[in-house]
């Protein structure tokens, strides 16, 4: 079902949602997701984002373990307490999101030698994987961008029978939200905007 909000109340509220019912999300949900998805733009209208949705229980689970020994071997000394800290709720239960939606693209590394290619895949695929959380908040859903998989890069293509050509650029968990979206906390504008030269504020209108 549609919610109807604004665009600007989707982007001032649609929050990282790590936590899901256990309820199956119909295709014909996804499928709208993915078409907002699409809608981004891509240097020449290239659209070099591809999308695999994934919800076999046994691949997740073994991409769940991937990115559990990524994520917890950049966190040495860590204190990882999912009672308190969503993102190792999301690692310690990633299997259990209802799907997954991988964000992949032509792989960068085969691009290194020309600048503006190496960064023509992430500037259309990241557009398409913001309107994908967007439109999921419109439908009820939740997700987030997570790219924990990344050092396993080789392994995840090789389960799922991704291409060597192509990168698997995020892993969204996907589902009907187990928490709500809302307001979020960010720096103000004057903190992170400069005018005319590095280091002068804005000011003001």
Same mark, same amino acid.
């Given at each position: 079902?549609?919610?109807?909000?604004?665009?600007?109340?989707?982007?001032?509220?649609?929050?990282?949602?790590?936590?899901?019912?256990?309820?199956?999300?119909?295709?014909?949900?996804?499928?709208?997701?993915?078409?907002?998805?699409?809608?981004?733009?891509?240097?020449?209208?290239?659209?070099?984002?591809?999308?695999?949705?994934?919800?076999?229980?046994?691949?997740?689970?073994?991409?769940?373990?991937?990115?559990?020994?990524?994520?917890?071997?950049?966190? /040495?000394?860590?204190? +990882?307490?999912?009672?308190?800290?969503?993102? #190792? *709720?999301?690692?310690?239960?990633? %299997?259990? @999101?209802?799907?997954?939606?991988?964000?992949?693209?032509?792989?960068?590394?085969?691009?290194?030698?020309?600048?503006?290619?190496?960064?023509?895949?992430?500037?259309?695929?990241?557009?398409?994987?913001?309107?994908?959380?967007?439109?999921?908040?419109?439908?009820?859903?939740?997700?987030?961008?997570?790219?924990?998989?990344?050092?396993?890069?080789?392994? /995840?293509?090789?389960? +799922?029978?991704?291409?060597?050509?192509?990168? #698997? *650029?995020?892993?969204?968990?996907? %589902?009907? @939200?187990?928490?709500?979206?809302?307001?979020?906390?960010?720096?103000?504008?004057?903190?992170?905007?400069?005018?005319?030269?590095?280091?002068?504020?804005?000011?003001?209108?």
């Amino acid at each position: 079902m549609v919610q109807d909000i604004s665009l600007l109340d989707a982007i001032y509220t649609t929050r990282a949602i790590r936590k899901f019912k256990d309820e199956p999300v119909p295709m014909e949900l996804i499928a709208k997701v993915l078409e907002a998805a699409t809608q981004a733009p891509s240097g020449v209208n290239s659209q070099p984002w591809r999308f695999l949705v994934l919800d076999d229980p046994q691949k997740k689970e073994a991409l769940a373990e991937m990115y559990r020994t990524s994520y917890y071997g950049r966190r /040495v000394g860590w204190d +990882l307490d999912e009672t308190t800290s969503s993102s #190792v *709720y999301l690692a310690n239960r990633l %299997g259990e @999101a209802p799907l997954h939606i991988l964000v992949c693209g032509p792989s960068f590394k085969n691009n290194m030698s020309a600048d503006s290619l190496t960064m023509s895949v992430p500037a259309a695929v990241y557009p398409a994987t913001q309107n994908l959380l967007l439109a999921a908040r419109a439908y009820g859903l939740g997700g987030v961008l997570t790219i924990n998989h990344e050092p396993f890069n080789p392994q /995840v293509r090789q389960l +799922l029978g991704i291409p060597d050509r192509f990168y #698997v *650029y995020a892993v969204i968990p996907m %589902g009907f @939200a187990a928490e709500r979206h809302g307001k979020k906390t960010r720096k103000p504008v004057s903190e992170v905007t400069f005018y005319n030269n590095w280091g002068e504020p804005l000011g003001e209108a």
